[in-house]
């Protein structure tokens, strides 16, 4: 728990999604979200509250299938976290046994489900998929989940840039295991096969749960693969290190996006950009 003396930080947010300059649709769908004990609000694509009145919920998704049932699949993966996580968050708040992994275990695989169900009773859904970098902010702890290739990256005050999810594919193990670098991940003939997402035919899942302590000044960015497709890593921290406001008037995700779309553009470009700070 938080000091009871020390006041509750505030968080600071920016998300943005594009289409690119190759794609006819936007698979990307992205999600701001504050609860309490009583409602879910959604929240605009920039703003900033206090961590004393709600908990906040940002995810990125990335659908994938045939036609338009991989916009569909993102678009239903972040309906199913607004109908679900008000749920987890009244389990997790009257401490019925359930942590934080037990509670974001069961929404990614109750989302995991219902996508699956969709893709065998549908002939226009079958193989269809999605991504999903979530992330649950509380007044100590960023608790995320994650399944697929969206990655969550933290930037701590006076740190260096840090990637907290493992993209789920052979390539993102071959990179945690040092057999090959960023320019050789980013240039590997599979470097967009997964070996596990939401739905899209696969029966077992084992989404990647886990935590994060922060403290004021830390800023955190997900983002979809076409925003690492167009950005390398030591990139997105030149532009999560430019301090607010920025000179150029812009939010960080839009800057993140369309720094990526001018260098790439190839896929759909989305990134969402949360920091936590001392006061509004």
Known sequence: MADAAAPAPFVHWSGLTHVGRVRQNNEDAFLALAVDGREVRYLGKTGHASLGESDFVFAVSDGMGGAKSGEFASRITVDRITRLFPRAFRMAASGLGAGFNDVLAELVTAIHQDLLKLGYSYEECAGMGAT???CWVRPD?????????T???YLPLGGDLTQV???????????RAKQINEREARTHPRRNSLNQALGAGHQFIEPHIG?????PGD?????????IDGLWDRQ?????????PRPDGVSPAHALVH???????????TALVFDLVAGP
């Open 141 to 149: 702890w960023v608790y995320f989940a994650h399944l697929g290739d």
């Open 132 to 134: 999903l970098s979530l």
């Open 219 to 227: 800023r955190f960015v997900i983002g979809s693969d076409g925003l």
């Open 259 to 269: 720094q990526a779309v001018e260098n790439s553009g190839r896929d759909n470009v």
């Open 165 to 175: 999810t493992h993209d789920h594919s052979h390539v993102g193990w071959l990179r």
């Open 211 to 215: 935590a994060v302590a922060h403290r």
């Open 151 to 153: 990655r969550i990256y």
């Open 236 to 244: 997105i921290e030149e532009q999560l290190r430019v301090p607010e």
